[in-house]
Structures are given as C-alpha cells and as structure tokens.
C-alpha cells in the first residue's frame, strides 16, 4: 500500500527528481555520476533524462532504482504527504527517511477507483456494475482538511473524458467523487446519469426551483435547464481533481 497526499503529478514528478539528485549528490556518492551510474544500472545520458524537469520520470522506474539501489520501497516518494524526511544520505549508509507516521498509514482511507469512465462532451456509457480496477490510499489529515466528508466511504475516483468542463478539468483527469451528495444542495459540478449514459456537468439552482446544468468551456456553451420533469438521476459532486483543485 503506498499512501500519497492527492498532489498534482508534476509535483509527484518534481519530488522524485529532488530525491534523485539528492542521493547522487549525497554520500557515497558525493556528485559522481558515472559511479552512481555503475551502482544503479544507468548510463549517463539516462541520468542525465531522469534529472531533466521536462522528462517523465514514473513509477515504474523509481521502483527500478529502488530495486537496483537496495532502498526502501517507495523511497523516491517518501516525505511527499508529510514534508518530512532527510533527503541526503548520512555517513556512508543509503538513506531512510519517513514515508508517512504509523498513525498516518493506519489511519489512511482507500479509496476505489472504478472503471467507470463520465464524460465531459456527449456521455459515456455506463457498465452494468461498478468495477473496481484499482484503489488510491489518502492520508487522513487530507481528508479531514480538504475534503471533509460526511462518510469517507463515499468517495470514488473516476476518470473524466471530453473537453466541456476545460479549463476546470482536462480530459483524462481522475476525480474524486462524493456520491452520497446526491442531492444538489451546494451548486458545484456533478456526475450525472441519463439515457444510460455518465455526465459531469456544472450544476446550479435557480431562483424558481429548478437546475440549470451547464459546461465550463467557453466554447460548449450548451445549457439546459431541469424543472422536475427530467430523467436524470444525479450520482454524486465532484470534490477533487488529481490537477490539485478543489471544487
């Protein structure tokens, strides 16, 4: 289980590579790249791409060095919920600072993500169930910060499709869903069910009752209005986007 703040992946990015350059400026190292190159299975100009702001530097390959290095499992992550955790290493040993306190993992909330898919332009269709394809685990404090659910079981992550709700949200961002706000009480965006298809729209109530529910681009300017006599059922607000927004 790895327990990470919801942060925007470039600072994900970013945390990675500090960590990087950290270790191989650090001891035993001390800046010599050809040497850590040897320890670590790397050529210089592969190196040279994972300490570049403008390349990718992804799980899978901190997981490699990780492996390859003898460090701690998710050692490029640690000290990212928190802001804690030295960065270089100390004495002649590799380093080993905190991910996250014993109260925090014990603590943390898993979340689902499903295999569901809404979209943001024409709908997406819905599976028959819920699939859960995997899960993303929340540290507690930002939950209660940030979120403040009535029930943390409530919430889910899907990922959003299409270009309506730009510049809110882009298309393949994963959000996180509280579905037991089913009813709209707070005007916000929501994930919205009708003709068996997925929506997220922003929604807003009017001074006469009904919902107006519309996109955010400029350019998907389409608003329809729901007086009661819609077939559409509303499946929760969207409260977060991995892009670090809150909403």
Same mark, same amino acid.
């Given at each position: ?6 942060? $925007?992946?470039?600072? *994900?990015?970013?945390?990675? =590579? ?8 650090? =001891?035993?190292?001390?800046? $010599? ?11 210089? !100009? ?35 919920? #928190?802001?804690?955790?030295?960065? %270089?290493? #100390?004495? /002649? ?7 996250? #306190? ?18 943001? +332009?024409?709908?997406? /269709? ?24 009535? &029930?943390? !079981? ?7 499709? +299409? ?6 949200? @882009?298309? /393949? ?24 298809? *997925?929506?997220? =729209? &922003?929604? &807003?109530? &009017? ?6 529910? @519309? ?6 300017? #389409?608003?329809?209005?729901? $007086?009661?006599?819609? %077939? ?10 991995? $892009?670090?927004?809150?909403?």
């Amino acid at each position: 289980m790895f327990v990470y703040a919801l942060l $925007n992946m470039d600072d *994900l990015t970013k945390h990675r =590579k500090d960590r990087l350059r950290a270790l191989i400026e650090g =001891k035993p190292y001390a800046g $010599n790249q050809a040497e850590f190159g040897r320890k670590a299975g790397l050529t210089k !100009a592969r190196i040279t791409q994972l300490l570049n702001p403008d390349e990718p530097f992804g799980e899978r390959a901190a997981e490699s060095l990780c492996a390859k290095l003898e460090l701690s499992p998710r050692w490029f992550e640690q000290g990212l919920a #928190t802001g804690e955790g030295e960065m %270089q290493p #100390t004495g /002649g040993a590799l380093p080993a600072p905190a991910l996250l #306190t014993r109260e925090l993992i014990e603590g943390a909330v898993r979340v689902p993500v499903l295999a569901n898919a809404a979209s943001m +332009g024409g709908g997406h /269709g819905l599976m028959d169930e819920d699939v859960i394809c995997s899960e993303l685990t929340l540290t507690p404090q930002f939950v209660a910060e940030q979120l403040r659910p009535a &029930r943390p !079981a409530a919430l889910r992550f899907i990922h959003g499709y +299409g270009d309506s709700m730009v510049p809110t949200f @882009s298309s /393949g961002d994963v959000l996180l869903v509280d579905t037991d706000m089913c009813d709209v009480k707070i005007d916000g965006i929501y994930v919205l069910k009708a003709h068996d298809r *997925l929506f997220i =729209k &922003r929604v &807003r109530q &009017r001074m006469d009752g009904s919902y107006e529910i @519309s996109s955010d681009n400029p350019t998907h300017r #389409t608003v329809d209005t729901l $007086n009661g006599d819609h %077939q559409v059922e509303v499946k929760g607000r969207v409260v977060w986007c991995w $892009n670090g927004r809150r909403l």
